[in-house]
């Protein structure tokens, strides 16, 4: 498998279809770096806060993946996350670090996706 299908596997299974089991089928056990401030390194970490997400914050949400990019052991992913249907959303841009077949480093940025564009063209 490469990268590129180790990294949509691991969004579509955890993110899109919210089977928080899996992430230990992607993710490092060994060693997981988390770059989000807002969670600590660990495949711990990210385990206890996705029923948190899932369930608390993002009950009617949903992920879409819009594109992925990989070179060598780097993935980024493009995606809309939005907390309910009515929802405009945010745009997020996740980079994943692969190694031995699993995710070993995280970095993620999120902008709220605006009503319009100056350009007329979607952030997402």
């Known amino acids: 498998m490469t990268t590129k299908e180790l990294v949509s596997a691991y969004m579509a299974d955890v993110w899109v279809n919210r089977k928080v089991e899996a992430v230990t089928k992607y993710v490092s056990a060994d060693t997981f770096i988390q770059h989000n401030p807002h969670l600590d390194n660990g495949l711990e970490a990210l385990q206890g806060f996705l029923p948190h997400l899932f369930n608390n914050l993002m009950p009617e949400g949903t992920w879409t993946v819009k594109r992925i990019i990989a070179e060598d052991n780097m993935v980024v992913v493009h995606s809309l996350a939005k907390p309910n249907p009515a929802a405009l959303g945010m745009a997020v841009v996740d980079i994943f670090r692969v190694e031995a077949g699993k995710i070993v480093e995280h970095w993620d ?16």
């Open 109 to 124: 940025l999120t902008a709220d996706v605006p009503e319009t564009t100056v350009s007329g063209n979607p952030i997402v």
